[in-house]
């Protein structure tokens, strides 16, 4: 079945920019997602990439996915303290898997002031 | 437009006890997910369910967990006879099943401790 690998964690300093990492192994994904989870809550949709973009930029986030590689990366621009997080990469399963999301580990980012 | 409403939001059980978890999707949605993290582990997928239909529930253990989206209702997840390895948060996610136009929304959990 499809693997997703995540570095566990990632300490930064405010106002520098963060990159977190992701490799998948299922090739089929139609969508691949962030999602970002603060202690003790639900998960939140940060933004999300379609198979045949190369990047996608929201605002201060940024998506890169390299599909030869099957590797995917967020990259948060002027992290801010309330960024402090655990991220999850989530690619989806492809249609006859019924769309479920398969979850990396989650990478802890720790920003300090 | 109300979010994906999960209750209770904290449970404890005994060792032996019954759990019933409880999933109400967004309006309009017909789909809902089960996902379980493990305390420092990410979501592991468990069921995925339509109205009054089980789609796929190969990530469900063979005993003692169920599943049920009833035509009226919410989604409940059935966790009998709980042991301490049970405990963990049980996320649901609703899709308006619309592929390739739509994201799963999550709601906030239920986090299960069993004594």
Redesign the interface.
Known sequence: GED?EQSLFLSVREGDSSVINCTYTDSSS??L?W?KQEP??????LT?IFSNMDMKQDQRLTVLLNKKDKHLSLRIADTQTGDSAIY?C?PEGT?N??????????TELSVKP | NAGVMQNPRHLVRRRGQEARLRCSPMKGHSHVYWYRQLPEEGLKFMVYLQKENIIDESGMPKERFSAEFPKEGPSILRIQQVVRGDSAAYFCASYGGVYLEETQYFGPGTRLLVL
């Open positions: 997703v139609t969508y997602y999602y003790g809550a639900g998960l939140q949709l999300y999850f989530a249609y898997q019924g769309g479920k999301l398969i979850f990396g580990q989650g």
